[in-house]
């Protein structure tokens, strides 16, 4: 019986893999960690009951204790130990942000497996993490999507990788983008999604950090990482050979199908997803990504194209941006135009540290929080 711990339980990932495990009792919940979400984290500590559980706020965390009768841990420290626990066998690492990284590479050093959502994660610490590709598995659609076409297949004879963009909710909008509410921009087509990624695939800044991502978990050039839009989100990835024969792994737009795939991989079995109508699907169809209009996922090509310290501060700036926009104090617009900025200060500089990695992202922020600032 497996052990998990999953960082970022009330979370949109977090949810549905507990919902999972629902239909797959040999797994053992061994660990829940929550941001703010107490009275969720509350009930899912009832039914799964781990053997310790962290929240961010002391005051749960204390409320929890007494409750339960269990460990109930708070701050970031706390969740690098439940991650390395001895009786933990894997990790999901769904938690929102940079704050990902510290606990995904205390539990690669302790050897468990991760199954990572945390895209940041990878942006961040891409040359770090890798070092221990071996125990990574990806819950992002589009790389477990990559990750089941490039099973038993040898990756040099592919020519390059395509991500699938589902354009977000903008993407046949005829309005000024200047104008457009926190309610639009969260209102994705396809999928749900937190607050913050919810912006990010708006702005195609997803996109750009799955770029990334798929950089450092499959070794390709970012040259050789395609992006184009696909509305249905029924096409998850493609990969095209060397003789120009593309392979296109398909599926119902739902988290659980990748999630069931990282944690049971390299194993598939019953699902609790329905399968796809490919009759009742109908037509697929693709587009061209929108450059101009979507300035983010070229800021994010860009990044990862210098390394070093860009990719950090791309991620650390969308992050403070994006919050901005939520608690309107940017238009949708001005959320590249602060990564942007905070980029041009920041130079490409090789593998930093990750104590130079952490003084980077703080920077950044510091920098970023600082423009919207000057924009009241």
């Not at 929890?64 to 626990?85: C, K, N, Q, W, Y």
């Not at 004879?157 to 509410?181: C, M, Q």
């Not at 991989?265 to 009759?279: A, F, I, K, M």
Request: proline share 5%.
């Amino acid at each position: 019986m497996p052990n998990l711990v999953i960082l970022g339980s009330t979370g949109s990932i977090g949810t549905q893999t507990l919902d999972v495990i629902r239909h797959m009792p040999e797994f053992k919940v061994l660990g829940l960690s929550a941001g703010s979400n107490y009275e969720l984290l509350r009930k899912q500590i009832a039914e799964f009951k781990p053997k310790f559980a962290c929240i961010a706020s002391c005051a749960h965390a204390k409320a929890l204790r007494e409750e339960f009768s269990i460990p109930v841990f708070s701050g970031l420290a706390s969740m690098e130990e439940m991650a390395a626990d001895p009786a933990c066998d894997l990790v999901v690492v769904s938690l929102v942000g940079a704050m990902g990284l510290q606990p995904t590479l205390r539990a690669l050093e302790a050897g468990k497996r991760v199954a990572l959502a945390n895209k940041e994660t990878l942006v961040a610490g891409g040359h770090l993490v890798m070092k221990y590709r071996e125990q990574i598995v990806p819950i992002d659609s589009e790389h477990s999507a990559l990750w089941s076409l490039f099973s038993g297949r040898s990756r040099d004879k592919t020519e390059k990788i395509i991500l699938t963009a589902s354009g977000g909710p903008f993407r046949a909008y005829k309005g000024s983008l200047d104008e457009v509410t926190v309610e639009q921009a969260l209102a994705h087509p396809n999928w749900n999604m937190g607050g913050k990624i919810s912006i990010d695939s708006a702005t195609l800044m997803n996109k750009g950090l799955e770029v990334i991502e798929a950089h450092w978990l499959f070794d390709f050039s970012y040259s050789a990482i395609e992006v184009v839009v696909h509305p249905e989100s029924i096409v998850h990835s493609m990969i095209q050979l060397k003789d120009g024969t593309i392979l296109a792994q398909l599926g119902t737009a739902d988290m659980r199908l990748p999630i069931q795939y990282a944690l049971t991989y390299p194993e598939v079995g019953p699902s609790p997803v329905q399968p796809l109508d490919l009759v009742k699907t109908g037509t697929l169809s693709f587009e061209a990504v929108d450059w101009e209009r979507f300035p983010s996922l070229r800021l994010a090509y860009e990044a990862g194209e210098a390394g070093g310290e860009k990719p950090i501060a791309l991620n650390a700036a969308n992050e403070e941006a994006v919050a901005g926009f939520l608690a309107g104090k940017l238009k949708f617009t001005e959320i590249p135009q602060i990564v942007a900025e905070v980029l041009e200060t920041f130079q490409g500089k090789s593998f930093p540290a990750l104590e130079q990695i952490l003084a980077i992202d703080q920077e950044a922020r510091l920098k970023a929080r600082a423009l919207l600032e000057q924009r009241g």
